[in-house]
């Protein structure tokens, strides 16, 4: 069955949004496909996202542990890549590291810790990227950039994680240039991780209102919810 969003069939939708990619990726001089879609589908029902990994779509982010269990069990024959964006609490970690693929949102020990512990020894390193919290946010989570470096070492040292990048969630800003500052200075921490040993591939920011200013500030997957499936009540 085909779903149609504020009237535009779900399909032109994801056109528009990988057209909105490519398009920054060409005028920021930035390697065609180097840039991937995360679709956030918190709150998204089943069917919605059933359609849209029938175009092609395998990655998907929720935020919340309890909504995202079944969606996740529903749709295990689809085999799709699923990582958690949320605030992630010590009493949710044995879920998400059962469940997910990625974790984009850890910012203590404390938590990168019990990751570790609680991933089943049968399934891949949990792919984990640092949140960062530059001024400026929108969330009060995130580390702080002083203690990047610490956690980067820690999260190394876990065999059962592996450490990909840096995500940030700048609050909104309708100035592209303030935009772009916020994200300028993700990316400085992100190759400042990067002269410091860690191999890094992965800088989780950009999400409905500034993808473009994110792509052209280095990152490497936005993470995209409204400008799919409408927005959130
Ligand atoms: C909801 C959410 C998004 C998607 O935001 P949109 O503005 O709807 O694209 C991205 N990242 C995180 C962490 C989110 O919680």
Avoid at 108 to 120: G, Y
Wanted: with cysteine; hydrophobic share 40%; glycine share 8%.
């Amino acid at each position: 069955m085909q779903h149609t969003v504020d009237g535009q069939p779900l399909s032109v939708r994801l056109q528009n949004v990988q057209n909105r990619i490519r398009t920054a990726e060409i005028l920021y001089g930035r390697i065609a496909g180097s840039v991937q879609l995360l679709a956030i589908s918190k709150t998204v029902p089943v069917p919605l996202i059933r359609e849209i990994a029938a175009y092609g779509q395998r990655r998907f982010g929720e935020s919340y542990v309890q909504e995202a269990l079944p969606k996740i069990t529903d749709l295990h024959d689809l085999r799709l890549e699923w990582h958690f964006v949320g605030p992630l609490q010590s009493n949710k970690t044995r879920a998400v590291a059962n469940h997910f693929d990625w974790v984009h949102s850890v910012s203590t020990a404390k938590v990168a810790r019990r990751l570790h512990e609680q991933r089943p020894a049968g399934l891949p390193p949990l792919n984990i990227c640092l949140q960062v919290n530059i001024s400026h946010e929108a969330s009060k989570s995130g580390a702080d950039a002083a203690d990047l470096l610490a956690l980067a070492q820690l999260v190394t040292g876990l065999e059962h994680l592996k450490l990909r990048g840096l995500m940030a969630i700048p609050e909104p800003d309708a100035d592209p240039i303030g935009q772009r500052e916020r994200f300028r200075a993700v990316h400085d921490l992100y190759q400042m991780l990067q002269a410091a040993g860690f191999a890094l591939d992965t800088l989780s920011m950009g999400m409905s209102g500034d993808l473009e200013a994110a792509i052209a500030e280095g990152s490497t997957l936005v993470r995209i919810g409204t400008a799919l499936f409408g927005e959130r009540s």
